[in-house]
């Protein structure tokens, strides 16, 4: 039974308790100081005294844990805070037959347990997106008939550690991810197990999408996803939730990434504000003491007063909070948003193009780094691979005008293409992929009418704006313009919109201090997330998603 | 007048226009194609028109702007769309000997500027932590008395974009930090004025913070935390807090670096909350449609939650929000939260020691790569090194009981020393720095009366807790713990400090659900910063920083 791994951690040579702040190296020695040692040697003798009764309980504890172990196959206890053993757990994902014969010790789920006869137990033991095959074998004097009764009645869901030997399998196991091997058990404890009935199975949950209850699978439920994030605890365990939510934190690396490498500093701006700001209608109001606050829409206001402040180039990822009564596949009451902001030279170009550069990386890196996760997803999320423009010929730009006439030449009617509404930003997409085959563009020069009082006219033709919005499968996922950085045109662009300047005398401020020409953008990550591998769902890309009906859990 | 510098950005070729979607390949042509094409060929033939007449219009209006400023040296055009030179701007960092005689061009503030005579103006130019000494001269049919007098009015704080001839200065110039050369200009537009008084000078801002009004100064105005924060976006350009929120930054990136090293991953979890968390007390309430809503005082029941659902070790950077009506120096509304949790295998410790190291490659970190702006703010705020300990002694690590006793002998009263108040911790620090010359130290087993409900009890001795807090110059900055991962205990637990488990469904359920045993703990962004450079105040660590009193800037 002794690991023939080596161990990570030393075990503990010393008593597992907190190690004494005393003994330490102290100035020359005063009256006090004499005093104040006797006290320590009498506190270190009773601390050693303390230890080494410490120290016999736990041999003791650990005696009786290991018959406990193996006569009953029992529970830890709930928090092993006493006893360190530095034994090392290893990942399922490193079973291997390079492991045969070794015995080694994993904490996993247990995904099911099926008695074959009174004799032996199969377990499918899962860890995170990695399975493997379990055995548990009548053996005299070593495995009885209650132990096998006992872990073939462990319910599923429930964690335990298992100690068991590499073997070795016959023949590939297709029901475990791990299928060269499997683990024949010397010991089995219950760490966790349920206080509840399981809402679904994880099984269940990470079937594909598209599946039917059929007659060959009469047990198959399949999950809606309303049951889904009311249980989402349950729900991010499958395979695909795993790899969804490494994606997610993927793509905020890739982010941060570009952008430091383009000199741009990570900026923290508050999210309670004075006053309710961009646009009155769709901001939640807080109460603030004897007062009221509002939770920032975004961070626009305080990236452009960091440029304000000389900051040049900033970044930030962070919540931001829409009090839009919408229910949609692609809306949610919170979500985060990957904002920049940086200083123009010469022309509202240059933000544009480092915008598409970051999604090029962006995208170039998921499929670099996350193939593994991304054809993990695709197998309960069939779709089309996402595409994008490489080459010298870059990604694909044009203007709103040029957005209209392609919807014209597709049988839109001109007069209701004001503005571009989802239905047929969505029959671009469709559009633009059959002519160009890309999924990924760019629309510039959007009207001044449709952008908020902060964009920036272009300077020949005031009733267009230097501002363009940047879609992935017919959506939008970034939204961005050079910004009014001269106080008075701000003010006058306010007016227009029915805003009074008063209202953000602070914001405003920052202009009328001197502030270089600016632009940036922001970006929904949950949005890309979905979008690149096609969830249909903004809520699938979320951890804990928020939705005017959902605050929980 | 050529610019000799290669050009990071070629001249634009084509007429600054939207690129055209047109032109693309296509597939097979066809009848309606075919008329596609010809309605195409109409369109290309009417954008070249205009590109033709756009680029007339562009060089009389470039040849028109040369007139402008080499004859009045005026205000730049409030926006560049049209045209887009592609010349590289020289960081006036970069501004050295070795450029001698050659002509650059800088975007940067009028940090002072002052006529000698009528013949000459010094400028002194500002690009965030970096100053460059400029001159503009009086010289027949190029730079005009007008134009002399034009530079010598530009007011503080103005942006200007400034062409010059570099120079090799005679002697140091001690007022910038380029001190071997200076700007022989030869052409300066305003690119951004002020419409405003500024309420102080950025010099002013920057001195030390000891220093007082002296006679040798008379000028010199003290400028006071109130002041600063109600006019923050002048206030954050002096060249402290440039670095101070570069080091913000640093810290964010060097905990992240750390934790991905270590298997962790990053989460995002919602702010909005269905139910007051944690305790009711000080949390603050959103309107939230036809209902209402929290804000989460910590990510701490969402990343306990991502570990029942198997993210094994995450972590997680955003904002969280606290209601207490308190002014001191180290609390705000809303700060940064650095938070993370992790499966335990065998013991807490795992968590505490993974911490330490954390702190440790955050403090080496920060003095390896960002001494420089380490060094910047010391200027203003001096302060004592802070200090660790390096070496296999490791961090100083004691009991919460050991810590009174330390206190005891310093002569407070045991009897008021249930719990360490923030008098005593700072006495406690000054204890500890003195006796074992640290800065950094962790306190171990709190007493469970004054942990948490969801802190995990010694399985020993339950009135004390398997949790801590990691301590810098006598202020907590870290507070964590193992948690209760049974659900019944976490019931029982709530029960006894008041709450109803009901009311917290949603998180006892994801323990319901089968959770392994999991520790970890909450830094404080803004207190690390503050503390590590002793900034003596907590708004200073924050870019627009919010408290019971103030929501703006």
């Known amino acids: 039974m002794a690991d023939p ?25 005063s009256k006090s100081e004499l005093k104040k040692r006797a006290k320590e040697e009498e506190k270190a003798r009773k601390a050693a005294e303390k230890a080494a009764k410490q120290a016999e309980l736990d041999a003791q504890k650990a005696a009786a844990d290991v018959d406990f172990a193996t006569e009953f196959y029992g529970k830890l206890p709930l928090n092993q805070s006493q006893s360190r053993p530095g034994r090392k757990r290893t990942p399922v994902a490193c079973l291997s037959p390079d492991l045969d014969g070794q ?20 377990l499918n033991l899962r860890q995170r997106s990695d399975s493997v095959q379990a055995l548990l074998i009548l053996a005299q004097g070593k495995v009885s008939k209650q132990m096998i009764k006992w872990a073939a009645g462990l319910q599923t869901e429930s964690i335990v550690l298992a ?50 209850q059929t007659e060959e699978d009469p047990e198959y439920k399949r999950v809606l996803l309303d049951t889904r994030l009311n249980n989402r605890v349950v729900d991010l365990r499958t395979e695909t939730n795993q790899a969804v939510f490494k994606l997610q934190a993927g793509i905020g690396s890739l982010f941060r990434e570009f952008l430091e490498g383009q000199g741009f500093i990570e900026i923290h701006s508050p999210k309670l504000q004075g006053a309710a700001t961009e646009s009155g209608a769709s901001v939640f109001e807080v109460s603030y003491f004897k007062g009221k ?64 550069g970051l999604f090029l990386h962006m995208f170039r890196g998921l499929r670099q780094r996350y193939a593994k996760e991304i054809d993990t997803v695709r197998k309960q999320f069939p779709a089309d691979e996402f595409k994008w423009r490489e080459g010298p010929e870059g990604t694909l730009k044009f203007s709103f005008k040029q957005a209209v006439d392609l919807l014209v030449d597709d049988g839109v009617p001109r007069e209701k293409l004001d503005d571009i509404d989802t239905e047929n930003e969505k029959r671009l997409g469709r559009i633009v992929r059959a002519k160009y085959d890309t999924d990924y563009y760019i629309i510039d020069k959007f009207p001044m009418a449709l952008r908020p009082f902060y964009t920036m006219p272009d300077s ?49 401020q920052a202009f ?3 502030c270089p020409p600016h632009g940036g953008g922001g970006i929904g990550l949950e949005r890309v997330l979905m979008l690149f591998l ?8 979320s951890l804990f998603p928020r939705d005017p009906k959902r605050l929980e859990p």
Chains 1, 2 share one sequence.
Not at 103 to 122: E, H, P, Y
Not at 183 to 193: A, M, P, V, W
Not at 467 to 489: C, K, T
């Open 163 to 212: 100690e068991g030997v590499v073997k070795k399998a016959p023949e590939p196991i297709n029901s475990a991810t791990v299928q060269d091997v499997e683990l024949h058990l010397t010991q089995l404890h219950l760490i966790s197990g349920l206080d509840t009935k399981l809402p679904f199975t994880v099984e269940d949950a990470n079937r594909p999408e598209q599946t039917q």
């Open 103 to 122: 015995t080694v010790l994993v904490r996993a789920r247990v995904q099911a347990s099926r008695a074959q006869g009174s004799k032996m137990v199969f």
């Open 5 to 29: 791994q080596p161990s990570q951690q030393p075990p503990s040579q010393d008593p597992p308790q907190v190690p004494a702040a005393d003994g330490e190296a102290s100035k020359g020695p």
């Open 293 to 356: 606050a509002f939770l920032a829409q975004s961070p626009q206001l305080a990236k452009q007063m960091a440029i304000a402040a000389d900051f040049e180039r900033v970044y930030e990822i962070g919540p931001v909070f829409r009090a839009e009564n919408s229910n949609t596949h692609r809306h949610m009451t919170e979500f985060i948003g990957l904002d920049l902001e940086m200083a123009i030279e010469e022309h509202y170009h240059e933000v544009m193009e480092l915008l598409d």
């Open 512 to 514: 009328q201090l001197g």
């Open 460 to 508: 020949e033709d005031p009733t267009v704006s230097n501002s363009y919005d940047f879609f992935m499968r017919g959506e939008e996922i970034l939204s961005g313009a050079q910004r009014v950085h001269d106080a008075a045109l701000l003010a006058e662009q306010m007016r227009q919109k029915g805003i009074n300047p008063e209202s953000m005398k602070p914001y405003l």
């Open 534 to 541: 096609e969830l249909n769902n903004i809520r699938r890309a």
